[in-house]
């Protein structure tokens, strides 16, 4: 870094993926005006998006993605959109087949989609994972940190936590919808995945297994 320039923070890096989700929108909406669309065109530029919202310096495959995306927490409905578009761009990379001038259509209208929500999601996160722990302690006069408001906005970069943060967040949403029986079925579910950890990984997320059973626990009284 040069003398008098400023270190790139989190602030920066979360502009870079504004900026690019701005411009991956403008440029879908110009794709979608032409006569023509090439494969490449749409592939492209699904994947120069992803790079910049994953902060990745380097060239990778619809697989690679598909595991970065796995590294990140996503919301359940978002998450099963951004694969359903990593599988139809794995097609284009993986064999031979040919989208219609209508499918890439459909394409470009669902990545200019996924682009948007996933900023979105991005805002919302820690204020929505924040409302649900208001819900869930609204009784407690002065609340601890809990189950939900200890999410990161990003969560380590470890595939069964993800999986874990999905359930519990799953979970409480049954919950929050009086569906005690589906929040039941999704905490034999996670203390499932829970029992395969080692053992210092079950003592770091201990308490949020236990809050999750303590939780239904009342709702079933």
Do not use: C
């Not at 003398?3 to 989700?21: H, I, L, Q, T, Y």
């Not at 209508?102 to 900023?119: C, F, N, P, R, T």
Request: charged fraction near 35%; proline fraction near 3%.
């Amino acid at each position: 870094m040069k003398r008098g320039e400023k270190a790139a923070g989190p602030a920066d890096g979360e502009r870079a993926v504004v900026d690019a989700a701005r411009d991956t929108r403008r440029k879908a909406a110009f794709l979608l005006r032409k006569p023509f669309v090439e494969q490449q065109e749409v592939y492209s530029l699904a994947k120069a998006f992803f790079k910049a919202y994953l902060k990745k310096e380097y060239e990778f495959t619809a697989d690679e993605l598909r595991k970065e995306l796995h590294k990140i927490y996503l919301s359940t409905a978002v998450r099963e959109k951004v694969e359903a578009l990593v599988e139809k761009l794995g097609l284009l990379e993986y064999t031979d087949t040919q989208y219609s001038q209508a499918e890439l259509k459909i394409l470009l209208q669902d990545l200019d989609g996924i682009v948007e929500m996933l900023v979105v999601e991005r805002k919302r996160q820690l204020p929505f994972l924040t409302r649900l722990a208001n819900w869930l302690f609204r009784k407690q006069q002065q609340p601890r940190a809990t189950i939900i408001s200890e999410y990161p906005v990003v969560e380590d970069a470890d595939p069964v936590t993800v999986e874990l943060n999905t359930l519990l967040e799953d979970l409480y949403l049954a919950l929050d919808k009086g569906n005690v029986r589906r929040a039941a079925k999704l905490y034999k579910a996670l203390l499932d995945r829970y029992d395969r950890l080692g053992a210092t990984a079950q003592h770091r997320l201990y308490h949020k297994v236990n809050a999750a059973y303590e939780t239904i626990a009342k709702q079933q009284r």
